[in-house]
C-alpha cells in the first residue's frame, strides 16, 4: 500500500494498479500475531521482520530489488 501513490505518481496515467498478486508482509504478520504464530513484535515494518526472522539482506533495504529479495524470504 505504501508503494501505490509513488508508483501512480511516476508512471501516472500508465499505472495500473497492479493490485491482482500482491503479497503485504504487514497484513500477513499482523495475521499471524492475531493467530499466536509470531510473538507481539515493535512494528511490521519490512526491517522489523527481516531482523526477527535472521535474514541478512543483500544490500541496503528499501532498495526495490533488496526488499523484493527479502520480502520474498519474509514470505517463505
Excluded: C, W
Excluded at 508512471?11 to 498478486?21: I, K, R
Amino acid at each position: 500500500f505504501f508503494d501505490r501513490p509513488i508508483l501512480q505518481r511516476i508512471l501516472g496515467s500508465t499505472y495500473d494498479g497492479a493490485y491482482y498478486h500482491r503479497i503485504d508482509t504487514m497484513v500477513l504478520a499482523n495475521t499471524f500475531m492475531d493467530m499466536g504464530v509470531l510473538p507481539r513484535l515493535e512494528n511490521l515494518k519490512l526491517e522489523t521482520l527481516v531482523a526477527y526472522f535472521g535474514i541478512k539482506p543483500e544490500g541496503d533495504l528499501h532498495n526495490s530489488l533488496t526488499d523484493i529479495k527479502a520480502t520474498f524470504e519474509v514470505y517463505k
